[in-house]
């Protein structure tokens, strides 16, 4: 009983830990987002201004918004997953079944066992 219990708080603590690192990639996200739609901005009206496309892209260094907007891109996804195992983990170490959570998530049991089996720490 006691092992489970700290199962339980272990997957819990995991999962804010999760979210938290979730909210600030998410955060990051946002900064790069609003950069990248500056640049995208700066672009058209070089482009409404019937300015060659490669200067234009060379003023709004395009070169170096892109990678970063990738970059963010993954890493928001990869936050988002890492959060999404993370509580469905805690959810049925608390004792939901696979029908509940998948109901709470709006998606199958199929679809949750497969998360769960393409993470590599097993789930008893």
């Known amino acids: 009983m006691a092992e489970k219990q700290t199962q339980t708080k272990s997957e819990r603590v995991q999962a804010i830990a999760d979210l938290e690192e979730l909210i600030a990639t998410s ?4 900064e790069q987002l609003r950069e990248a739609r500056t ?8 482009l409404e ?3 060659s496309v490669t200067d234009v892209l060379h ?11 990738t970059a963010a891109i ?7 997953r890492k959060s999404r195992i ?4 805690a959810d049925l170490a608390e004792g939901s079944s696979l029908t509940r959570v998948a109901n709470a998530w709006g998606t199958s049991r199929q679809l949750i066992s ?9 789930v008893e």
Not at 39 to 46: D, P, Q, V
Not at 74 to 80: N, V
Not at 86 to 89: P, Y
């Open 27 to 30: 955060r990051w996200f946002e």
């Open 39 to 46: 640049t995208y901005s700066l672009t058209l009206a070089g």
């Open 49 to 51: 201004a019937a300015r």
């Open 59 to 69: 003023e709004v260094q395009a070169a170096r918004v892109r990678p970063e907007m």
């Open 74 to 80: 993954s890493a928001l996804e990869s936050a988002r």
């Open 86 to 89: 993370s509580l469905i983990r």
């Open 114 to 122: 497969r998360y769960l089996r393409d993470t590599e720490e097993p």
